[in-house]
């Protein structure tokens, strides 16, 4: 090879190390158990050797979901690299297949460095600070990750003096937020890359969902990797070989059985709540939540957070300590009963209808918890699109016409599929333990009222009903046994 040596990586030749004696190589290499050998240039390194960036180092990619999966100790750091990976590679991909695109260097760049940077406004514990604490913290704000991340991408650039175009920075904000309309003179396929609005197959997904069913040690059932091999732009959109509708149709059941079976975990909510009362509580002292603008403030605010609180020898914030050590000492908030509503009761899955004070007002004559001892949970868990299969806004092509997509409809890639593609849960929890029978029948007291109601008014023939599931009920001798307490015996 007289002094140049190939490494075949990937599907692109873009892919390839090259060695060049008369070049200096600024790259490197880091060797990724998602990806395996992911190539660092000069573009992405300037980002990553910041400390707004590695700040990711220090946010748990799952939240409180570590406290429940030891394995899911990854952080949103590696989740950053490797999405920026992907789509480098995707972009590579297009270019490669497809010159009359007229994918430029400009393109690459940017949407690389927006997989690189989508995550970079992530508050602690992930999802929780900006779905859970923020809106509880400031009523009526809103604020979310996203905005953060673009914050935080303007405060990365200006404290390190990173030499970007002002138009390539509004460019990859737009790619970080995502548009299923036209932005500009941009190429809009490249939006369908990181953050994808049109059906949400995008590069974000096939690194989250494969890493964090690595981690845990969920199998994954799907494959990226043969979706960006049969992938190809048609009309501005990315299109996919129509022998990969099942395969995609796995990937949006896998993201569903992820959110069913790991991320809303009733061990790892119940540690959220306490993490977010803990975080409510130091808020007026630490000015937790003033951080969300305020790019210096917020670039050190990170899951660290929870051992300042225990650190702190302020006694305003003895309370959160408290928490904290329970969680600790694994004496957590506790989950107490579980609805799965029909859709013709969704009208009810919000805090009008049930809250803490309405669950009290079900109490029988010989209760006695308070509403600060409930907690409810609203929950969506869906394939993506909300009700909507998100198959059916994908767009296909087949192999004897590759210039031509169309549509494909569920029932010719499977019967098997669901009915439904959307659930809406209430769920129960309590601060106080010993509470979690009495207040799991003033619970059902009240949802059994409810749908009452609505079948009653229902101008339909809906006979929709809340039916308790029995392998949830208490048992009315419910007792609970001291906090155990391991101990080591060294008498003989």
């Known amino acids: 090879m007289s002094g140049r040596a190939l490494l075949r990586r990937g599907f692109t030749h873009g892919s390839d190390l090259d060695y060049d004696a008369d070049k200096h190589d600024s790259s490197k290499y880091i060797n990724d158990p998602i990806h395996g050998y992911i190539n660092l240039d000069e573009q992405v390194l300037q980002i990553i050797d910041t400390p707004q960036f590695q700040r990711l180092r220090h946010l748990k990619q799952m939240g409180s979901s570590y406290f429940v999966f030891p394995g899911a100790s990854h952080n949103r750091f590696e989740h950053c690299v490797g999405t920026s990976y992907l789509a480098s590679e995707v972009v590579k991909g297009f270019a490669l297949r497809q010159p009359e695109l007229g994918i430029d260097e400009r393109d690459s760049r940017c949407v690389t460095l927006a997989g690189l940077c989508h995550d970079l406004g992530h508050g602690p514990f992930s999802h929780v600070f900006d779905n859970e604490f923020i809106p509880r913290a400031c009523p009526g704000m ?33 790619l970080i937020r995502g548009s299923s309309q036209p932005v500009g003179d941009e190429k809009m396929f490249l939006f369908d890359i990181v ?40 009309n501005d959109e990315v299109c996919y070989n129509a022998k990969e509708a099942f395969n995609l149709t796995e990937m949006f059941h896998t993201r569903y059985s992820l959110h069913k079976r ?32 305020n790019p210096h403030k917020y670039q050190l605010l990170t899951d660290e957070i929870v051992r300042d609180i225990e650190r702190s020898p302020e006694p305003e914030l003895s309370e959160a300590r408290d928490i904290l050590a329970r ?5 957590i908030y506790k989950f107490v009963d579980e609805f799965i509503l029909p859709a013709d009761l969704a009208s009810i899955a919000n805090s009008a209808c049930i809250n803490e004070a309405t669950i009290v007002g ?27 299969n998100p198959v059916d806004r994908i767009s296909f092509y087949s192999k004897y016409n590759t210039a031509e997509k169309f549509p494909i409809s569920s029932s010719l890639i499977s019967l098997c599929v669901p009915e439904k593609y959307e659930e809406r849960i ?49 048992p009315n001798n419910l007792s609970l046994s001291p906090a155990k307490r391991r101990r080591l015996d060294f008498d003989m």
């Not at 690595?214 to 059932?221: A, C, D, M, Q």
């Not at 959220?272 to 003033?290: G, K």
Request: hydrophobic share 35%.
């Open 142 to 174: 809103t604020w979310s990750h996203e905005e953060g991340s673009e914050m935080m991408l303007h405060h990365t650039i200006d404290e390190n003096h990173i030499d970007i175009d002002e138009g390539d920075i509004k460019f990859i904000k737009q």
């Open 426 to 474: 209430i769920r129960i929890f309590t601060r106080t333990p010993s509470k979690r029978k009495q207040i799991q029948g003033a619970a059902r007291r009240l949802m059994e009222e409810l749908s009452s109601r609505i079948v009653a008014s229902s101008s339909s023939s809906s006979s929709a009903h809340i039916t308790p599931n029995r392998g949830l009920t208490l």
């Open 327 to 331: 969680i600790h000492a694994r004496d």
């Open 262 to 293: 790991v991320y809303s975990h009733r061990a790892a909510k119940a540690i959220e709540f306490m993490i977010v009362d803990a975080l409510l509580i130091a808020d007026p002292v630490l000015q937790i939540s003033q951080s969300v603008t």
């Open 362 to 388: 079900y109490r029988s004559d010989n209760d006695d918890f308070a509403e600060r001892d409930v907690l409810i949970d609203f929950s969506l868990i869906h394939y993506g699109m909300r009700k909507d």
């Open 195 to 234: 953050a994808n609005k049109r059906n949400g197959v995008d590069v974000d997904k096939f690194d989250y969902i494969q890493r964090d069913c690595y981690n845990v040690g969920v199998n994954s059932s799907y494959d990226f990797q043969r979706l960006m091999l049969n992938s190809r732009v048609i």
